[in-house]
């Protein structure tokens, strides 16, 4: 079946580039802090790659909706390939600068922006020609392999820096993002019909105000990331330990997420999608906390896994809300919204993030950042719920389809 076989190639495509990506996550900030030594220049690429994806509710708009192919796809793949390449070129050239971080970030930014939304959306809509509910299917098993990405990739990530392969592990990120493009050929076209609108985020967004809600918590928790993944590198680095507390914390994410990744489709479906949200990154926030007060490799691994536990099925939910509301076009905006907030809240934690671990320590990022997480998702929890009170049940969002 074609419509299989190409949800496979997806698949296999986003699984291996994720997973290289984990390698990097370990790598990345050490090769900036030794070349560069500082600790502000560490969420260079990361908070300028968000800078594309955040404005690109406006200079993306028809451009998302042109990677709509396998072909165009590995397009953009190439592009945040040479991207990544450019990081330990510069290293091993000794010409690393923060302004060549920036560039690097930048590329990397426009690339994400395309490529991120382009690949869910083709997979959701090969989904679609596959079977009813494939599409929620395969989009949560490519949260699925991310996950399984966080469970051994940080490790194996830290084993190759200890012997040295430091700046490889960068190489290799390039490679692989090049060779998931190149898998992504075969997918054929899903274009939409000559003259077709292309609906912008906001317009997609109007009658959903329970995925604002959703991309509210969400966002929150990915301003505040840098705590867990930059400052666990830090401490990390400041201790003798290089690579060590990040593969514990990102090992333990993994191991919980592949749990929750299980269970997820049960859980959204049974539930309030906004309320499992709101408590999901709650008590993420609150495993944050419990990081930063007790630092120890063992503690960091029970927290991740908590954390990651229920971040997973708070993805789920809000996935659950665009997939099971849209499609087509209107679908590709959603998911290209939902990437703005995932990316531009990473990136703008990665560049404060920095600078804020130099001031305060990485310890007490960790504790600020949780808390922060835990008030927000609080906050959500509350409105969303007296919103419920003041709206009758055949008044809620009409754009949310039965949970099947």
């Known amino acids: 079946m074609q419509a299989r076989s190409e949800a496979l190639v997806l698949l296999a495509g986003s699984g291996t580039a994720d997973f290289a990506y984990r390698f990097s996550q370990v790598a990345l900030p050490l090769v900036i802090l030794r070349e560069t030594s500082s600790v502000a220049a560490t969420g260079l690429v990361a908070g300028a790659a968000g800078i594309p994806v955040l404005l690109s509710p406006w200079w993306a708009r028809k451009a998302r909706q042109w990677v709509d192919s396998g072909p165009r796809l590995a397009l953009v793949a190439l592009i945040s390939a040479i991207a990544l390449a450019l990081v330990p070129a510069a290293a091993e050239a000794g010409v690393l600068t923060p302004e060549l971080l920036i560039v690097s970030g930048l590329l990397l930014g426009c690339g994400d922006a395309l490529a ?44 190759a820096v200890s012997t040295g392969l430091t700046n490889g592990l960068l190489w290799i990120e390039a490679a692989a993002v090049a060779g998931a493009g190149a898998l992504a050929c075969t ?59 990040l593969a514990a914390g990102m090992t333990g994410y993994g191991v919980g997420s592949l749990v929750g990744t299980a269970i997820s489709l049960a859980v959204v479906r049974r539930t309030d999608p906004v309320a499992t949200a709101a408590l999901a990154w709650g008590w993420s926030g609150l495993c944050w906390v419990g990081m930063g007060l007790w630092t120890t490799p063992f503690v960091v691994a029970v927290m991740g896994a908590l954390s990651g536990l229920t971040v997973v099925i708070g993805i789920a939910a809000i996935s659950v809300l665009i997939t099971r509301s849209s499609a087509g076009a209107e679908r590709r905006a959603l998911l290209s919204g939902q990437t703005v907030v995932v990316n531009a809240g990473s990136a703008a934690g990665m560049l404060a993030g920095g600078p804020i671990i130099a001031a305060v320590g990485a310890e007490h990022s960790l504790i600020g950042a949780g808390l922060v997480t835990a008030v927000v998702a609080l906050l959500i929890l509350l409105r969303s719920r007296t919103r419920r009170c003041h709206t009758s049940p055949h008044a809620e969002d009409h754009h949310v389809g039965r949970a099947t």
Do not use: K
């Open 187 to 245: 997918v054929r076209s899903e274009r939409a019909p000559d003259g077709a609108v292309t609906p912008s985020i906001r317009d997609s967004l109007r009658g959903r105000t329970e995925v604002a809600y959703g991309w509210l918590v969400r966002g929150t928790g990915c301003v505040t990331w840098f705590a867990f993944t930059l400052g666990l590198s830090v401490i990390g680095e400041q201790r003798g330990q290089p690579g060590v507390y």
């Open 116 to 159: 991120n939304p382009g690949r869910s959306a083709l997979l959701a809509d090969t989904g679609d020609r596959w079977g009813d509910g494939r599409a929620v299917q395969l989009l949560t098993w490519q949260d699925g392999l991310r996950r399984l990405g966080m469970l051994i990739g940080p490790s194996i990530g830290a084993l």
